[in-house]
């Protein structure tokens, strides 16, 4: 069944693997392990490991020559937007891992926040578990068609490449003479799969909170709504962050 299902995935991605073990680890989650101790694999979080250095990589290269005259700072912004939970998670979705996703039958069920970045970080398991099986430039090929391709035209017609933070601190200093400050109001979970809650703070006043699997991302989260919910969030008519021809 196991097997079946994965040639299944095998087929609609269009890679074949040397070592199918590799696939199906990237989709072995910590917590299928627990209800399945006989699973002879371990879960994916080494893989995930790898996955995100080989994405990071694969994703600076092609934006360095995609776009030769712009600085470093736009670079960045790009990247984070293209390697983000968020579009991690929806090219997994497109892809259907539900399907193929080994996990708990508790963790099946979750539907939240916390299923999103499963979804991701299987994603860069994946990536990894290509590198391992076929290389670099197999990865490149995966992570152009469909992560780039579909996502990087969308993601700089909309302006939504700025960094919430940097945009929002442009907007409080220019707009009200303040510097916002995030404030860790909660954090949970094991150390493998911490959560957080922050709050983005004008002054003494709480503006907005954010939740991410890290502070940053619990800030940019933070950050966005605050832009937002002061009618700031039109990215377009931002200047300077236009990328040359």
């Given amino acids: 069944m196991v097997k079946d299902k994965f040639s299944q995935l095998e087929n609609n991605l269009k890679i074949k693997f040397k070592k199918i073990d590799l696939l199906k680890q990237a989709f072995s989650h910590r917590s299928y392990l627990n209800e399945n101790p006989n699973w ?60 193929y996703l080994l996990l708990s039958k508790g963790e099946a069920k979750d539907t939240g926040s916390g299923h999103h970045y499963i979804l991701a970080n299987t994603y860069e ?16 090929k995966f992570i152009e068609k469909y992560l780039i391709d579909q996502n990087l035209d969308r993601i700089i017609k909309e302006g939504s490449y700025k960094d919430p933070k940097s945009l929002l601190q442009e907007k409080t200093q220019a707009e009200l003479g303040v510097t916002p400050v995030y404030k860790t109001l909660e954090e949970w979970g094991p150390d493998h799969a911490k959560h957080f809650k922050v709050g983005v ?12 699997s890290s502070k940053r991302m619990a800030e940019q989260e933070a950050a966005k709504k605050a832009l937002q919910k002061n009618n700031w969030q039109d990215f377009k008519k931002e200047k300077n962050n236009t990328p040359s021809k």
Avoid at 125 to 140: R, T
């Fill in 201 to 212: 703070f004008f002054a003494d006043k709480l503006i907005e909170e954010g939740e991410g």
């Fill in 125 to 140: 398991a994946l990536v990894g578990a290509i590198y391992l099986d076929s290389g670099y430039k197999k990865c490149q």
């Fill in 40 to 99: 002879r694999l371990g879960h994916n979080e080494r893989l995930e490991f790898l996955g995100d250095a080989v994405l990071e990589l694969v994703v600076s290269e092609y934006l360095f020559k995609k776009f030769p005259n712009d600085p470093e700072g736009f670079l960045t912004n790009l990247r984070a937007s293209l390697v983000n939970a968020e579009t991690l998670a929806q090219v997994a979705g497109k892809l259907d891992f539900d399907k």
